[in-house]
């Protein structure tokens, strides 16, 4: 059994920060890949940020600038850096990971979201 456990959404002004912060527990042998992905109302889910094994970094277009994916491996746990927000940055948020499970298998999985609203 493995979880993801997302933390760190809020309100915040326009111009104000946040850190979301992704945990992962449970059947772990390896994480191989872990990234962000946002929901807003009356879009698609979109790709946010990612963060391979290795060091490769991919970034939306829409926060390249402002947000900064890192991640601290001993602790299997993944940050969103988000600077400069803008409304349009209100959605959910969701972790994802790609985990090899201590039985030798690769799945892909989802935090439950966190709310991030960008607001005056």
């Known amino acids: 059994q493995v979880q993801l456990v997302e933390s760190g959404g809020g309100l915040v002004q326009p111009g104000g920060s946040l850190r979301l912060s992704c945990a992962a527990s449970g059947s772990i042998f390896s994480i191989n890949a872990m990234g962000w992905y946002r929901h807003a109302p009356g879009k698609q889910r979109e790709l946010v940020a990612e963060?391979?094994?290795?060091?490769?970094?991919n970034y939306a277009d829409s926060v390249k600038g402002r947000f900064t994916i890192s991640r601290d491996n001993a602790k299997k746990t993944v940050y969103l850096q988000m600077n400069s927000l803008k409304p349009e940055d209100t959605a959910v948020y969701y972790c994802t990971s790609m985990i090899t499970t201590t039985a030798g298998y690769e799945y892909g999985y989802w935090g439950q979201g966190t709310q991030v609203t960008v607001s005056s």
């Open positions: 963060i391979i094994t290795g060091g490769s970094i």
